[in-house]
Structures are given as C-alpha cells and as structure tokens.
C-alpha cells in the first residue's frame, strides 16, 4: 500500500522560506516513475508546482513558471523522502500544497499521478 505524508507546512511572512517534506512508503522510485508537489488554493483548480523524475543521468525537474528560481523540488532515495524548498515566498503561494507520486516522464500536469498525500497547509501572509 502506498503512502504520501507531507510536513512542513505552516505561516510566513511574505520574503520568507519554508520547507515542505513528502515521506513516502510502499512506493517504488525508479526509472519509469514520478513525484511532483500540487497546490490548490480556495476556489482554484489544483496546479502542478514542481515535479521530479529520475533518468540515467540523474533527477530531471520540473517548474511551473510563478516557482521558477524560488522553489527546488528534490528526492532522497535513501529516506525516501522528496522536499520542496519554497524560499522568497509571496501572499500568492498561499494554499494547499500536496505531494503525489506515479509513472511516466516528469510532468506538472495531473494526469498520471496515482497517489496522493493528505496536504499540507501554507500562508503567506503581506
């Protein structure tokens, strides 16, 4: 059975930084496969924040455009963990930040993520 619980979440200040953790257990990382955060915010669909995917070459990452150079998505195999360090954090961050793993290449669109975890809140406050 797979699991996904995430941590990390909490209130900030807008400039500040937080860092979200995905543990996951039942799940197997390896060539064909997926991770990725998700945030949805009241009344807005749920968006794809950052994803991760391992090829031959190392971790391959992925970032929607708001995130680009203030979030880093990355995995430790040997906690089997994934993180998301959100530095320089602003009022639109705000939401429900979730983790999700499934198959196939590195992708910020929904589709393909089977498991989920429960969510972790975040506030950026101005």
């Known amino acids: 059975q797979v699991q996904l619980v995430e941590s990390g979440g909490g209130s900030v200040q807008a400039g500040g930084s937080l860092r979200l953790s995905c543990a996951t257990s039942g799940y197997t990382y390896n060539l064909n496969s997926k991770m990725a955060w998700f945030r949805q915010a009241p009344g807005k669909e749920r968006e794809g924040v950052a994803s991760v995917t391992p090829t031959v070459y190392g971790a391959r990452t992925t970032y929607a455009d708001s995130v680009k150079g203030r979030f880093t998505i990355s995995r430790d195999n040997a906690k089997n963990t994934m993180y998301l360090q959100m530095n320089s954090l602003k009022p639109d961050d705000t939401a429900m930040y979730y983790c999700?793993?499934?198959?196939?290449?590195?992708?910020?669109?929904?589709?393909?993520?089977?498991?989920w975890g429960q969510g972790t809140q975040v506030t950026v406050s101005s």
């Open positions: 999700a793993a499934g198959r196939g290449g590195a992708s910020l669109d929904i589709a393909g993520y089977m498991y």
